[in-house]
């Protein structure tokens, strides 16, 4: 295995992954907010849920909530307690959504509860619905209604799709939002949309959906050979600042970029040897590769796409630097960013990879063949899913604590967030 850290990071306090909700255009409606304990809590389960929900509150709505669009929503998980306490009164109504949990049992004080935080003007929604009676007093109250299909498909053919049909035609008559959630594959979500369904969650968007006779442009295979190519140790920064300045808008999101506040350049920046000069080449490097992966992914889907696989990047490459000399960071950001080109681009991952001059370790992790390399990714999706027992057991492989690489991938998505973020709005 080739992640073991050197040293241990320090602790965060508190770790939210978040989830995309699509609409059926495929555009971004907002995102579920996910909580992870962190520091001694190695078994990943939330035993306190009020202090879950308290620390997404506290200190994780801001971080999850970087570069959200106007009208984007972030859905948050209530349990009973905060329900009662009324903690969805610290969140903007005009973003956060409240989620209440499916354990939840609606009696009057809960839905008095329920009735004034919707009086405040929140919206609320009803978690993991698959059809029980026992959970229907909240219906009328709720605005959205989240139907796991994926238990209500079951082992899905025509019976799981009977189920479906049965359980949306009963919530008729409430006349709420229905939301798919764990939407696994495009067939699926073409059948929620065909029910009615109007917002979709899941990891659907970033199954590969291979469009048949479908061949890479070669404007896509130059941009996926310069990607590998940034990722050498001796690429020539000459030539890529001639390609920068021969592009105007590289140059536009150069200048944006180098002169944003978090840069710290005390003197506007209006030339691109001098941005060169002042990022570096590795940050150079970074930028430009995040850059061309958002231009091979255009609108909304494809700017999640775009994210994932930024973030995967760049959580590989902060797990490989807390390894021995020998494991490359650079080789392990080439393993996250390029394992969804093939849902990205709608082309077999084969096709691509025999364009690619890439190690053969890398290729073979990228075809689903087992290795060191294809645990990385196995570990970053189990991440993705928010699947808390499978990441502690693979994080115990190579003895890795859990609070370690919590932080990383927070700080991951932190920076994914503050570089790719102003790169997808409006360019």
């Not at 994210?307 to 393993?335: I, K, Q, T, W």
Request: aromatic content about 8%.
């Amino acid at each position: 295995m080739n992640i073991i850290p050197q040293h241990a990071a320090p602790a965060e306090n508190v770790f939210v992954a978040r989830q995309p909700i699509f609409t059926p255009e495929l555009d971004v409606w907002g995102y579920e907010l996910l909580f992870r304990a962190t520091g001694d809590a190695r078994a990943a389960q939330v035993a306190d849920a009020d202090m879950a929900t308290a620390k997404v509150i506290a200190d994780g709505f801001l971080l999850a909530s970087q570069g959200l669009r106007p009208g984007q929503r972030t859905l948050i998980n209530f349990p009973r307690s905060l329900l009662l306490d009324n903690f969805a009164f610290a969140l903007p109504a005009e973003i956060a959504v409240v989620e209440i949990l499916e354990d939840v049992t609606p009696d009057e004080a809960v839905l008095a509860a329920v009735r004034e935080t919707k009086n405040a003007g929140y919206t609320v929604a009803m978690d993991d619905f698959t059809g029980e009676a026992a959970l229907e007093p909240f219906l009328p109250l709720v605005d959205i209604i989240k139907v796991d299909v994926l238990a209500v498909l079951g082992d899905g053919g025509p019976e799981g799709a009977r189920r479906l049909r049965e359980v949306t035609r009963r919530l008729e008559r409430y006349g709420c939002r229905l939301l798919a959630e764990k939407v696994e594959d495009n067939e699926v979500f073409a059948l929620c949309r065909e029910l009615g369904f109007t917002l979709f969650q899941g990891y659907f968007f970033a199954r590969p959906e291979i469009i048949p006779g479908r061949k890479l442009a070669s404007g896509e295979l130059t941009k996926i050979q310069l990607l590998q190519e940034l990722g050498s140790a001796d690429f020539d920064v000459k030539r890529l600042a001639d390609i920068i300045q021969r592009d105007p808008s590289l140059t536009y999101r150069l200048f944006r970029y180098i002169n944003s506040a978090g840069m710290g350049v005390c003197q506007k920046v209006e030339s691109v040897p001098r941005a060169i000069a002042l990022l570096g080449q590795r940050q150079l490097a970074q930028w430009l590769r995040v850059v061309i992966m958002s231009d091979l992914a255009p609108g909304n889907k494809g700017r999640e796409v775009a994210f994932l696989s930024v973030h995967r990047g760049r959580f590989l490459e902060l797990m490989a630097e807390r390894c021995p000399a020998n494991y490359s960071p650079e080789a392990h950001f080439l393993l996250g960013l390029f394992s969804l080109l093939d849902a990205m681009l709608g082309v077999p991952m084969d096709q691509i990879l025999a364009t690619l001059p890439l190690a053969e370790e890398l290729k073979a992790a990228l075809a689903g063949k087992s290795g060191d390399y294809r645990f990385c990714i196995d570990l970053v999706r189990a991440y993705e899913r928010h699947d808390w027992p499978q990441v502690d057991s693979m994080l115990a492989i190579p003895g890795i604590p859990a609070e370690v690489a919590d932080a990383l991938y927070t700080q991951s998505m932190d920076w994914t967030q503050s570089l790719l973020g102003p790169a997808t709005q409006g360019d």
